[in-house]
C-alpha cells in the first residue's frame, strides 16, 4: 500500500526567509508524487510534481521539491517565503506498478504560517 | 483559465435529510473524482469516474452515499440520510486522462458541509 508522512503539523517562518515543507513516502514501485496548496475554505491548488528525470522540480508562485530516492523523501522548498505563502500544504503520492496506479494518496498537510 | 466549478459553496443541513452537491469538470476531462476531506486531514478518495463509468467506489459508504456521472460530463454526490460524521469539506477533482499515473488533478473549490 501506498502511503505519505509530513512529519510537521506547523512550519513558521519570516518573510524572506528560506521555507521546507517535509514530505516521505513508502510505495511498493516508483513513486509519482504531488504538491498542492490549499487556502482556508477553498479547493486544493497544484504546485508541482515529480514523475521522473531531474531529481529537482520547480513548480508554480516560485516553489520547487527535491526527490531523494534513498531518503524516500520530496520536500517542498521555496528560497525566500512571502506571507502569501501561509497555507495547508499537502503531499501526495502515486505508486507506479504497485496496482493502484491512478489513486492519489494525501498526506495530512502541515500548515505553514509566514510572519512579516 | 478553465476551472472545476462546485455548487453549492457551503450547505448546512440537519441528519437524516438528503443532501446533494454538483460538480462541473474541466472541459474535455475525462476523469471525474469526488474526494472527502475531514478537518485537520488530506483529503480521501470515495469515487472516481472514466467517462460514464465507475472505476472505483471502493471507499463509497454505498448505504448512504451514491454518485453519477450520466453524460460523462457532470456529476452529482448524494447523501441520504445525512449523519453527523458526514461534515466535512467534498472536493471534486478533473483530469484530462483515462486515470493514468501523470496526470495531475484539478480541484474544485469544494462544498462544505455542516451536518446538524
Known amino acids: 500500500a501506498q502511503s505519505v508522512a509530513q512529519p510537521e503539523d506547523q512550519v513558521n517562518v519570516a518573510e524572506g526567509n528560506p521555507l521546507t515543507v517535509k514530505c516521505t513516502y513508502s510505495v511498493s514501485g516508483n513513486p509519482y508524487l504531488f504538491w498542492y496548496v490549499q487556502y482556508p475554505n477553498r479547493g486544493l491548488q497544484f504546485l508541482l510534481k515529480?514523475?521522473?528525470?531531474?531529481?529537482l522540480v520547480k513548480g508554480s508562485y516560485g516553489f520547487e521539491a527535491e526527490f531523494n530516492k534513498s531518503q524516500t523523501s520530496f520536500h517542498l522548498k521555496k528560497p525566500s517565503a512571502l506571507v502569501s505563502d501561509s497555507a495547508l500544504y499537502f503531499c501526495?503520492?502515486?505508486?507506479?506498478?504497485?496496482?493502484?496506479?491512478?489513486?492519489?494518496?494525501f498526506g495530512a498537510g502541515t500548515t505553514v504560517t509566514v510572519r512579516a | 483559465e478553465a476551472e472545476v466549478a462546485q455548487s453549492p459553496r457551503y450547505k448546512i443541513t440537519e441528519k437524516s435529510q438528503a443532501v446533494a452537491f454538483w460538480c462541473d469538470p474541466i472541459s474535455g476531462h475525462a476523469t471525474l473524482y469526488w474526494y472527502r476531506q475531514i478537518l485537520g486531514q488530506g483529503p480521501e478518495l470515495l469515487v472516481q469516474f472514466q467517462d460514464e463509468s465507475v472505476v472505483d467506489d471502493s471507499q463509497l459508504p454505498k448505504d448512504r452515499f451514491s454518485a453519477e456521472r450520466l453524460k460523462g460530463v457532470d456529476s452529482t454526490l448524494k447523501i441520504q440520510p445525512a449523519e453527523l460524521g458526514d461534515s466535512a469539506m467534498y472536493l471534486c477533482?478533473?483530469?484530462?486522462?483515462?486515470?493514468?499515473?501523470?496526470?495531475?488533478?484539478?480541484f474544485g473549490p469544494g462544498t462544505r458541509l455542516t451536518v446538524l
Open positions: 477533482a478533473s483530469s484530462p486522462g483515462t486515470g493514468i499515473s501523470t496526470d495531475t488533478q484539478y
Open positions: 515529480y514523475i521522473t528525470g531531474d531529481n
Open positions: 501526495a503520492v502515486r505508486d507506479r506498478g504497485g496496482g493502484n496506479d491512478y489513486k492519489l494518496s
